[in-house]
């Protein structure tokens, strides 16, 4: 089984990667980098379970698909159960972007290299509150590093140097922010929303 928060389709190339794409954001991470924003990913506690077969089929019924983006949580702590997945992705001529806090060195043995290998794209290193920088596509501090693995995106250029935040707003009425708002960014959320969901993609969190 797949430990899972939730999973939607996005396109915001800044946030998740080029096209249109499936965000999947992952259960269970071990690293706990200091400030993380994605508290509530830590632990696989109410996390929702999926076969690779539902997995699949939820992807693969989308349109005009670009990819998926896997996201955190640790992906790769879910190595066994996600490299079938991504297998059959890839037959399927989708994209795979991997956000992951540890460096792509740490990966050692053929299942774990055999994953990342499958990915485009590779976000990777942990999040260091003390070089935050919220003007940089895919990474929060800059000591995380981009790697494109492969051809695909070989001449794919960064975005650096804008703050991209994506409002949503839900059936409920509730605001919904993806990104890292600025304080100043924040405040002008707070003011214009009686409800407010937010914290860096997926932890919700009510005001009002």
């Not at 060195?105 to 942990?126: A, Q, R, T």
């Not at 949503?168 to 509730?174: L, V």
Request: contains cysteine; glycine residues 8%.
């Amino acid at each position: 089984m797949i430990y899972i928060y939730g999973m939607s389709v996005e396109e915001n190339e800044f946030l998740y990667g080029p096209g249109r794409r499936v965000v999947i954001w992952m259960k269970g991470c071990s690293i706990g980098c200091f400030g993380c924003t994605s508290k509530h990913l830590w632990t696989k506690e109410h996390a929702t379970l999926m076969t690779q077969k539902d997995l699949l089929d939820y992807i693969l019924k989308q349109y005009n698909l670009e990819g998926v983006t896997l996201h955190g949580g640790e992906p790769t702590e879910q190595i066994p159960e996600l490299l079938p997945v991504i297998k059959i992705l890839k037959e399927h001529q989708l994209s795979v972007i991997l956000f992951t806090g540890k460096e792509v060195e740490d990966f050692k043995s053929d299942e774990d290299l055999e994953f990342i290998n499958l990915c485009d794209i590779v976000k990777c290193g942990p999040f260091d509150l003390s070089k935050l920088n919220r003007y940089l596509q895919f990474r929060g501090s800059t000591n995380q590093r981009v790697i494109m693995i492969g051809n695909r995106y070989k001449d794919y250029q960064l975005k650096d140097g804008k703050n991209v935040v994506l409002l949503d707003i839900d059936k409920n009425g509730i605001l919904i922010n993806k990104g890292f708002p600025d304080q100043e960014m924040d405040q002008l959320i707070s003011e214009f929303s009686i409800r407010k969901e937010t914290n860096h993609d997926s932890q919700r969190q009510t005001k009002r």
